[in-house]
């Protein structure tokens, strides 16, 4: 307000501009160094509002910026931001930046008749005002200027000094302002604060951060997610041979991967010893036939005859059984194929004279074309695999051109394999017919949903990590 004495301290009398040419620069490379040896944006405002009056006498300055309005002021550490007269100097500031381009002397004529009233009030006489334009991102790099005030005008030479010194300044300030290198200290410089507004300039010409966003946008790319299983092709629908009975095999009727039709001879078990225990339990129901009708006869005048038939009929009808089972046994000693198709089943000599199990598996009965694929996958592998996911079978013998399939079921439970690891059972109908034979291994590909890259290359070291930390 009119009248109050501003919170400024004179640096200075007015006094003459540097006596000599050679002075003026040496000040001037001085004040450069000193603005290059600055580590903040505000060590270079203390420059600007307080070092230049080495350059040029004045008695106040103050460093404007587009927005942020006054930064600076002369002889004060920190500006009130609610003072009248920074109040007042944020509007006088303002009209002069939207007056005329370029470096101007200023008095109180010159502005505008509120700010002339209060002129005497606040400033001496004379005043310069140096300005500089936004740069290419105005919100980035705003416009501003520093204003000098004194009692006597400037010339020409102090003019001239003075704005060479202002490149130099803004130089070095968008060098504190706008980090070149990547790192900790351009990073802590940012968060600091130690700028105004601008702090950073465009990221895209850093090659760095070029590199870091095409990176980062190549492991967003989807990809599907795909793990590897070992894997083979196996009947569909086998229809499988068991031993019928508990005994040794005796000949072979048909070889491996033999076309057989429905009802033919397969394999027959050595009959020897089950023809032996059918004619001694038929020779032994005939005795036991002989002794009921000589028992009847007996029956007609013999009370206690008559009450053994009961018993006799009994133990005949449980030979009679006995002798039916093993004839059974003979007729099921011949195995015959449930339907057509191809015998698969090892080398017959491996099973000829092996004792068998009622039950064991010996031979399987393939329906031809009816093929598919079946997949081993590890419990670190689960992925989740839909009805109809896509699986790629590569061959051992054929790996350039894989079999296609799509995944029909995924079994619930884990079991355990020949080499002790326990993985689910996958099984993938063909998607078209092929010429391999079932029995070939290889390696089958399953692909489950689309997910980022990053986790597709990461998924497993992760896993391995959570399993090591139990995180």
Same mark, same amino acid.
């Given at each position: 307000m009119p009248g109050e004495t501003p919170f400024v301290s004179d640096l200075s009398v007015d006094a003459p501009p540097p006596p000599g040419l050679a002075q003026a620069v040496?000040?001037?490379?001085?004040?450069?160094?000193?603005?290059?040896?600055?580590?903040?944006?505000?060590?270079?405002?203390?420059?600007?509002?307080?070092?230049?009056?080495r350059l040029s006498p004045y008695r106040q300055a103050a460093l404007w910026l587009d927005g942020p309005g006054v930064r600076s002021l002369s002889g004060v550490l920190q500006p009130e931001a609610n003072a009248p007269y920074l109040l007042w100097l944020n509007r006088l500031c303002t009209e002069l930046a939207r007056g005329p381009a370029g470096t101007r002397q200023v008095t109180a004529t010159d502005v505008d008749a509120q700010h002339e009233g209060d002129w005497d009030s606040w400033l001496p006489s004379q005043a310069l005002w140096l300005p500089w334009p936004a740069g290419e991102n105005p919100s980035l790099q705003p416009a501003g200027g520093l204003l000098l005030a004194r009692d006597l005008g400037w010339s020409d030479a102090e003019i001239a000094l003075l704005e060479e010194w202002l490149s130099v300044w803004q130089h070095a300030r968008q060098a504190r302002c706008l980090p070149r290198r990547a790192g900790w200290?351009?990073?802590?410089?940012?968060?600091?604060?130690?700028?105004?507004?601008?702090?950073?300039?465009?990221?895209?010409?850093?090659?760095?951060?070029?590199?870091?966003?095409?990176?980062?946008?190549?492991?967003?790319?989807?990809?599907?997610?795909?793990?590897?299983?070992?894997?083979?092709?196996?009947?569909?629908?086998?229809?499988?041979?068991?031993?019928?009975?508990e005994g040794v095999i005796e000949t072979f009727l048909v070889q491996p991967n033999q076309a057989v039709r429905r009802n033919q001879p397969l394999f027959s078990f050595d009959e020897a010893l089950i023809r032996s225990r059918l004619a001694?339990?038929?020779?032994?129901?005939?005795?036991?036939? &002989?002794? /009921?009708?000589?028992? @009847?006869?007996?029956?007609? *005048?013999?009370?206690?005859?008559?009450?053994?038939? +009961? #018993?006799? !009929?009994?133990?005949?009808?449980?030979?009679?059984?006995?002798?039916?089972y093993l004839r059974e046994q003979v007729q099921r000693a011949r195995v015959l194929s449930p339907a057509d198709g191809m015998a698969l089943f090892d080398d017959p000599s491996e099973w000829i004279g092996r004792p068998v199990a009622i039950g064991e598996r010996v031979m399987r009965i393939?329906?031809?074309?009816?093929?598919?694929?079946?997949?081993?996958?590890?419990?670190?592998?689960?992925?989740?695999?839909?009805?109809?996911?896509?699986?790629?079978?590569?061959?051992?013998?054929?790996?350039?051109?894989?079999?296609?399939?799509?995944?029909?079921?995924?079994?619930?439970?884990?079991?355990?394999?020949?080499?002790?690891?326990?993985?689910?059972?996958?099984? &993938?109908? /063909?998607?078209?017919? @092929?010429?391999?034979?079932? *029995?070939?291994?290889?390696?089958?590909?399953?692909? +489950? #949903?689309? !997910?980022?890259?990053?986790?597709?290359?990461?998924?497993?070291?992760?896993?391995?990590?959570?399993?090591?930390?139990?995180?």
């Open positions: 040496g000040v001037l490379l001085d004040l450069g160094r000193q603005a290059r040896a600055a580590r903040n944006v505000d060590e270079l405002a203390f420059l600007a509002v307080n070092e230049t009056h200290a351009a990073w802590r410089l940012l968060l600091s604060g130690a700028g105004d507004a601008v702090v950073t300039r465009s990221w895209w010409p850093r090659p760095w951060l070029r590199w870091t966003a095409l990176a980062a946008a190549l492991l967003l790319v989807p990809v599907r997610l795909t793990v590897l299983a070992p894997g083979e092709l196996v009947p569909s629908h086998p229809a499988i041979i068991r031993a019928p009975l001694v339990a038929s020779e032994s129901l005939a005795t036991a036939e &002989a002794e /009921l009708r000589q028992t @009847t006869q007996q029956a007609l *005048g013999d009370a206690r005859a008559k009450s053994q038939l +009961g #018993g006799l !009929v009994g133990a005949i009808e449980e030979k009679r059984a006995s002798v039916d393939v329906e031809p074309g009816a093929i598919e694929v079946e997949a081993w996958l590890p419990l670190g592998d689960a992925i989740p695999l839909e009805p109809g996911a896509l699986v790629k079978l590569y061959l051992a013998a054929s790996p350039l051109s894989p079999v296609q399939a799509q995944v029909r079921y995924m079994a619930h439970d884990a079991v355990a394999r020949p080499d002790g690891s326990y993985a689910y059972r996958v099984r &993938a109908t /063909l998607s078209a017919a @092929t010429a391999h034979r079932v *029995g070939l291994k290889g390696t089958a590909k399953l692909e +489950g #949903g689309w !997910v980022p890259l990053v986790y597709w290359a990461l998924r497993r070291p992760l896993a391995t990590v959570r399993m090591t930390l139990l995180w």
